[in-house]
């Protein structure tokens, strides 16, 4: 298996431009989870999703949109990049009640400039 | 919503002694307290975990406690080792909505 997989692994955007990154998991996961990690803040939740065709927000969802169409995939969008986006972004699953261990994708590292 | 505080946000042990992080939460509500372990460019990753119904659990060199009441819990690295240097993260939460500490950068010293 290769559990959680993130694409692009980089990227560089210019302020105003858009992107989505994908995330997959082979784990037939219920939850899926992005993140995003600046330094000396820990992860904090951008949205999530507890199930095909669910999203929901979390913590700093202001500027990103989700969609869940198919159960292994959670995509995460970016309509107008801002320099405040640059950060590292994880993607997270987990199998739902009752286990609630979630199992991290390896990271994108996006720049806006 | 949930806030987690973690302290300190740096450590440095000498190998062999012990390491003990520290988080509060304010939400009574969470009832899932985790601890990860995130390598330089790496992914964070599970070492512990513990649900509230749960005071302490314990995986080798490694143990967790909970207190309900004062609202904390602590991570806890016996006989430290060169590899358990690393960023560790505490988050707390209800299933789904995890919120995560700022991290404790632990280096341990030959």
């Known amino acids: 298996n290769a559990g959680v997989t993130q694409t692009p692994k980089f990227r560089v955007l210019k302020t105003g431009q858009s992107m989505t990154l994908l995330c997959a998991q082979d784990?037939?996961?219920?939850?899926m989870y992005w993140y995003r990690q600046d330094p000396g803040m820990g992860l904090r939740l951008i949205h999530y999703?507890?199930?095909?065709?669910?999203?929901a927000k979390g913590e700093v969802p202001d500027g990103y949109n989700v969609s869940r169409l198919k159960k292994q995939n959670f995509l995460l969008g970016l309509e107008s990049a801002a320099p405040s986006q640059t950060s590292v972004y994880f993607c997270?699953?987990?199998?739902?009640?009752?286990?609630?261990?979630?199992?991290f994708g390896p990271g994108t590292r996006l720049t806006v400039t | 919503g949930e806030n987690v505080e973690q302290h300190p946000s740096t450590l440095s042990v000498q190998e062999g002694d012990s390491a003990v992080i520290k988080c509060t939460y304010s939400d009574s509500a969470s009832n899932y307290f985790p601890w990860y372990k995130q390598e330089l460019g790496k992914r964070p990753q599970l070492i512990i975990d513990i649900r509230s119904n749960v005071g302490e659990k314990k995986d080798q060199r490694i143990a967790v406690t909970l207190n309900k009441t004062a609202k904390h819990f602590s991570l806890h690295i016996t006989e430290t080792q060169p590899e358990d240097s690393a960023v560790y993260f505490c988050a707390a939460g209800p299933l789904g909505k995890l919120q995560f500490g700022a991290g404790t950068q632990v280096v341990v010293t030959p």
């Open positions: 784990m037939n996961h219920e939850y």
């Open positions: 999703s507890v199930g095909e065709g669910t999203t």
């Open positions: 997270a699953s987990s199998r739902g009640l009752p286990t609630y261990e979630q199992y």
